[in-house]
Structures are given as structure tokens and as C-alpha cells.
């Protein structure tokens, strides 16, 4: 069974950092790519940032700011955000894409709260 566990959210003051952890467990063939999106209440899901192979994509408000990253051996993807706004505010979520689409797996999710 895969599961997806993330770590690493909390209260964190704007200009602070916090680097979320997601281990993934269980076996995963033909992992197409590995990210984080994040939610408020009332908004749909957005992506943050995904890692593919050797590339990475970010939404263009995290740029600069965030670095997304990937540890093979330790099935692991890392979220690296620094300088937080307010606005970062959300449920961050891990997630897994594979087969080419056919399948997606998600963590629990993870809050982070950026205070003013």
C-alpha cells in the first residue's frame, strides 16, 4: 500500500523559512514526477512546485523563494520555503504522479500559517 507522509508545517512569522518533508512508503513504478500543491479554504488546489527527472516547476509567486528537491534513495521530496508571506498561507499537499497520469496519490496534508 503507498502512503504519502508529510512533515515540516507550522506557524512561522513572514521572512521566516520551514522545509516540508514527504516520505513516500510502498512501491511506486514509473513515478512521472513529485511535488507539492497547496490549498485555502474556498480555492481550488494549486500547484507549488514539481520536480521531473532534472527539471523543476514552480508557480511564478513562489519563485525565487522556494526550492523543491528529491532524495531517490530515501523516497523523499523536500519543499524548501524561505522568505514566507502571509499569502503562503495554505494546506500544503505532497503528491506523486505516475504511469504517464493514470495514477496520483496524495499526502494528508500539512498546514502552514504565516503570520503578518
Known amino acids: 500500500q503507498v502512503r504519502l507522509v508529510e512533515s515540516g508545517g507550522g506557524l512561522v512569522q513572514a521572512g521566516g523559512s520551514l522545509r516540508l518533508s514527504c516520505s513516500v512508503s510502498?512501491?511506486?513504478?514509473?513515478?512521472?514526477?513529485m511535488g507539492w500543491y497547496r490549498q485555502t479554504p474556498g480555492k481550488q488546489r494549486e500547484l507549488v512546485a514539481l520536480?521531473?527527472?532534472?527539471?523543476?516547476n514552480y508557480v511564478d509567486s513562489v519563485k525565487g523563494r522556494f526550492t523543491v528537491s528529491r532524495d531517490n534513495p530515501r523516497n523523499t521530496v523536500y519543499l524548501q520555503m524561505n522568505n514566507l508571506k502571509p499569502e503562503d498561507t495554505a494546506v500544503y499537499y505532497c503528491?506523486?504522479?505516475?504511469?504517464?497520469?493514470?495514477?496520483?496519490?496524495w499526502g494528508q496534508g500539512t498546514q502552514v500559517t504565516v503570520s503578518s
Open positions: 510502498g512501491s511506486i513504478f514509473n513515478i512521472n514526477s
Open positions: 520536480t521531473s527527472g532534472s527539471i523543476t
Open positions: 503528491n506523486v504522479k505516475a504511469g504517464w497520469g493514470t495514477r496520483d496519490y
